[in-house]
Structures are given as structure tokens and as C-alpha cells.
């Protein structure tokens, strides 16, 4: 914003009215809860393993309810800003196409998750940051991505929470 003397309404794109907000974001984290569990059984399929089985997201559970908010919103302005706000708009500007722009940034999201996560962790959110990424080309409101990215997070990570406890307890087990 500084550097190009832009306002910061540059990195939003749309600005929704609160209720088509609350309604992309609710039709996004559905779409988004639905994308994770087809990109879970097709990476299970393939035995690539995928988030649920890395280590990271055991240690991401492992928190407290408010770091896991914070961490989930954390994410999400950061990523979301940077980029879906900053990375696909410039670049649509730049080449004139904005799938290509698109295409980018799934790749730069992935490369950068990389560093941090395991290499079928990163594949499976890698497919996730393609499907924010759809969810952009269609309504181009980073606002609305950013909560949508910190509710999949926040409740992805309070269920993965749970289904460890659960694991550890035995609870939810059948006894025959």
C-alpha cells in the first residue's frame, strides 16, 4: 500500500453488503469442508496421507481454544491478503489474465507451506488453496475469503482437536 500509493481497499477487491457477506462466507466454508473431505479420500486413495495424519496439525490442535482462533485468523489475513488480496490482483494486471494469476498463486501458496509442512500435508492444503482460489474467481472479496479461511481453520482444528481426544480415550468406541 505504501509502495504502490495505493489504498488499502486495492488488496480487498469487492466490497459485499453484510448480508451477501455472511452468505458467501457460510456458502464458502461449506464449500470449503466439502473440498477438504474429497481432497482427504483422494489423497488417502493415492497413500499420499495428507493433513490429518501430519504431525503439524496434531501440534496446531494441541492448543488452546483462543490460540487456535488466533492462529486461524492469523492465517487467514495473512494469506488471504498476500495472496489472494495482493499477489493474483497484481498480477492479473501485469498479464491481463487472471486464471493465470490464479494458477500462480496456488503455486507460490504451496511452495510456501512447503517449507513448513510435510510433503502430503502440503499437497492436500496446496488443493485447498486452489479451491480459495475458485472461491475468488467467482466473488473476489478477500474479506469474505479471510473468514472463510479462519472458520475452515478454527473449526478443522477444534474437530481434529477432538478426534484426537477422542482417539486417546477410546471414546466414540464400540465394544463388541
Do not use: C, K, N
Amino acid at each position: 500500500v505504501g509502495v504502490e500509493r495505493a489504498g488499502f481497499g486495492s488488496l480487498t477487491g469487492t466490497r459485499l453488503p453484510p448480508g451477501t457477506l455472511a452468505g458467501v462466507m457460510l456458502g464458502g466454508v461449506l464449500v470449503t469442508f466439502t473440498a477438504s473431505a474429497v481432497i482427504q479420500r483422494l489423497t488417502s486413495a493415492l497413500g499420499i496421507g495428507g493433513v490429518a495424519e501430519g504431525e503439524t496439525i496434531a501440534e496446531l490442535s494441541d492448543r488452546s481454544t483462543g490460540e487456535i482462533v488466533l492462529t486461524a485468523v492469523t492465517a487467514g489475513v495473512t494469506e488471504e491478503l498476500l495472496f489472494r488480496g495482493f499477489l493474483i490482483e497484481r498480477l492479473a494486471a501485469v498479464t491481463g489474465s487472471l486464471p493465470f494469476a490464479g494458477a500462480v498463486s496456488v503455486v507460490l501458496f504451496g511452495a510456501v507451506h512447503y517449507a513448513g509442512w510435510d510433503l502430503e500435508e502440503t499437497v492436500e492444503i496446496t488443493a485447498q488453496g486452489a479451491v480459495l482460489v475458485g472461491i475468488y474467481l467467482v466473488v473476489p472479496s478477500v474479506v469474505a475469503l479471510i473468514g472463510i479461511h479462519a472458520l475452515h481453520d478454527t473449526l478443522g482444528l477444534l474437530v481434529a482437536r477432538r478426534t484426537m481426544v477422542d482417539e486417546q480415550t477410546g471414546a466414540g468406541a464400540v465394544e463388541g
